[in-house]
């Protein structure tokens, strides 16, 4: 775990800001607009919250896929841990905007939406790194002499 820790360091990354202001929007939008949209709106957007809170984390630190992975993904389990705690001792969030950001309902299947937005952020890191070991780099110029 220290290596871990010792592998990160602060950084600022312009795209994955951009990525995740953009995710941001969607989240919004889902929150928003999908408040009808049933499945979607909860399960989706819990997919989706912790591929940006991925990106947040990327956006300032500078470490390993999967470690960061871990930490987003432990984000989403703490905000559960969080409703079901609520629950069981009867508080209630009176902050309506509050109460759709954190959700205030524990549910299994929300665990299940932040494992497998946590694969996908690995999936995606994943083809991504394929993709960029696969792209040609620059050859060094060719000399004008034949080899022998």
Not at 83 to 96: D, E, G, K, M, T
Request: glycine share 8%; proline share 3%; charged share 15%.
């Amino acid at each position: 775990m220290g290596a871990m820790i010792r592998g990160m360091r602060w950084r600022f990354d312009p795209l994955c800001l951009a990525w995740a202001m953009a995710l941001f929007l969607v989240l919004i939008l889902l929150a928003t607009i999908g408040a009808r949209w049933g499945w979607l709106r909860s399960f989706f957007g819990d997919v989706l919250a912790v591929a940006w809170v991925y990106l947040v984390f990327k956006t300032f630190v500078a470490a390993r896929v999967l470690p960061v992975g871990l930490a987003a993904l432990g984000v989403g389990l703490a905000v559960e841990l969080g409703q079901f705690l609520a629950s069981a001792w009867h508080l209630h969030i009176s902050n309506r905007a509050l109460r759709i950001v954190l959700g205030s309902t524990a549910d299994w299947w929300d665990v299940l939406a932040y494992v497998i937005g946590f694969a996908a952020v690995l999936a995606i890191e994943a083809l991504r790194e394929a993709l960029r070991a696969a792209r040609p780099t620059a050859s060094a110029p060719r000399s004008s002499t034949p080899s022998r």
